[in-house]
Nanobody, 129 residues
Framework: QVQLVESGGGLVQAGGSLRLSCAAS????????MGWFRQAPGKERAFVAA????????SYSDFVKGRFTISRDNAKNTAYLHLNSLKSEDTAVYHC??????????????????????WGQGTQVTVSS
């Protein structure tokens, strides 16, 4: 099973930027689809972005499209989420997730919580207005 550890969260002013990292160990990320989700207090965990094994395909939720960018560096066994133009409503705990995906799979990425089977503990992002 792959282990995931997020980092890079913090307190930032509205309009600012952050880069979150998701470092994997135990398995090589080449075989995994990666996703980022977030959970605000009192709310369910919500999809933010996903990226295919190679990084050639990505998907974003409507509320981050154009502001956030997901990427990955398989050589470093790390995935990233670049957060730009942050808003107060982006405040949440951000989790990365992984799902093993065979080469034969025609699915490039997954956008549902239930589709992922490995999760990190999360990193807090707080945006002050």
């Amino acid at each position: 099973q792959v282990q995931l550890v997020e980092s890079g969260g913090g307190l930032v002013q509205a309009g600012g930027s952050l880069r979150l990292s998701c470092a994997a160990s135990g398995r090589t990320l080449n075989n995994y689809v990666m996703g980022w989700f977030r959970q605000a207090p009192g709310k369910e965990r919500a999809f933010v972005a996903a990226i295919s094994r190679s990084g050639s395909s990505t998907s974003y939720s409507d509320f981050v499209k154009g502001r956030f960018t997901i990427s990955r560096d398989n050589a470093k066994n790390t995935a990233y989420l670049h957060l730009n133009s942050l808003k107060s409503e982006d405040t949440a705990v951000y989790h990365c997730a992984a799902r093993v995906s065979p080469i034969s799979s025609k699915i490039n990425y997954y956008t549902s919580v239930k589709d992922y089977d490995a999760w990190g503990q999360g990193t807090q992002v707080t945006v002050s207005s």
